[in-house]
């Protein structure tokens, strides 16, 4: 497995504060890495690490075999980025903007804005100036200045904050599209959970500055288990029901009301029928499936009680 982005005990300090520790990331060549964490997790500030942006307090950045020292840049053309809000001069046109960058940074293929325009679906509005530009339009722009110089490397923060569903949609398909047709590696941040089950090969989940799992999506597609969900008035009698009268011992307790069940032997009718029977409420029962919502959110509560 070749690594294009590795990261060994990365720690960062704010005013005595450790806003990143002890961090550890590994990106595949070629795979889109989701990262997802809550807003305020330390997403951005390891992004800004690897972008040399900000510096660590301790630890080792490899990016593409080259350790990333404190004067470190060449390495960063070969990566393309937007960090936070991609920013433009409002009164040029599409077509002008990613001109001046690429003059800005020395990159000189003619062909390059044309072709970065059309991979992003904007080469019909190159002409046309950005003050008139949706939030969405923004975006992809902001997509093309960072895929313009062709980069092995692609590094989104947030990309589809405040965006509505169309907008969405393109961000998601632009970015496969990058990964399969271009080969491009990406490392894109969201706290949108479905939108990065939608496209990631990795998933790595951030909380409170600690990476608490790095993990493929295949794995948590193959934990996709089915279980049934119940809402009860009395959780103590409840569990005394199913392990006493109905023998099931393969339950999670998710709060003080509910409870999940993945005995698959016994049926729903079942179940709810000796509930019924022992004078246990029965407020809500539905069958149900574990995916990254699940797994995201049982990580970042600190793991479900099994019994």
């Known amino acids: 497995m070749e690594y294009v982005i590795k990261i060994n005990k990365l720690s960062k300090m ?32 390891i992004m800004k690490m690897i972008l040399n942006l900000v510096k660590p307090s301790s630890g080792e950045i490899i990016v593409l075999n080259q350790t990333v020292l404190p004067t470190s840049y060449q ?26 960058h690429c ?4 990159y000189h293929d003619k062909r390059a804005v044309g072709e970065a325009l059309e991979i992003v679906g904007l080469k019909e509005v190159a002409n ?24 092995e490397i692609l590094i989104l923060d947030e990309p589809i904050n405040g965006l ?7 961000i998601r398909e632009l970015l496969l599209l990058l990964k399969e047709e271009y080969g491009i590696t990406i490392l894109i941040s969201s706290h949108i959970v479905s939108e990065i089950e939608s496209i990631a090969d990795t998933i790595g989940i951030i909380n409170q500055g600690k990476l608490l799992k790095e993990v493929k999506m295949e794995e948590i597609r193959k934990e996709n288990i089915e279980y049934l969900e119940i809402e009860v008035d009395n959780l103590k009698k409840t569990i005394q029901v199913l392990e006493d009268t109905l023998g099931i011992k393969k339950y999670e307790i998710v709060d003080q009301n509910t409870i999940r069940i993945f005995e698959q032997a016994i049926s729903q009718y079942q179940i709810n029928k000796e509930l019924i029977l022992n004078d246990v409420i029965v407020k809500r029962i539905e069958r149900k499936q574990h995916n990254l ?6 990580l970042i509560n600190g793991g479900g009680q099994h019994v």
């Open 14 to 45: 704010f005013k005595g504060t450790e806003t990143v520790s002890n961090v550890n990331m590994k990106i595949n060549r070629g795979e889109i890495y989701g990262f997802l964490g809550p807003n305020g997790a330390g997403k951005t500030t």
């Open 75 to 100: 390495y960063l053309e070969k990566i393309g980025s937007i960090i936070e809000y991609p920013v433009f001069y409002d009164r040029l046109t599409a077509k002008e903007n990613l001109d001046f």
């Open 103 to 106: 003059e800005y940074i020395g």
């Open 128 to 151: 046309k100036k950005i003050h008139e530009f949706s939030l969405g339009m923004k975006q992809r722009l902001g997509i093309a200045r960072a895929i313009v110089t062709k980069p």
């Open 164 to 170: 509505d569903p169309i907008g969405i949609k393109d």
């Open 293 to 298: 919502e699940e797994y995201f959110l049982n």
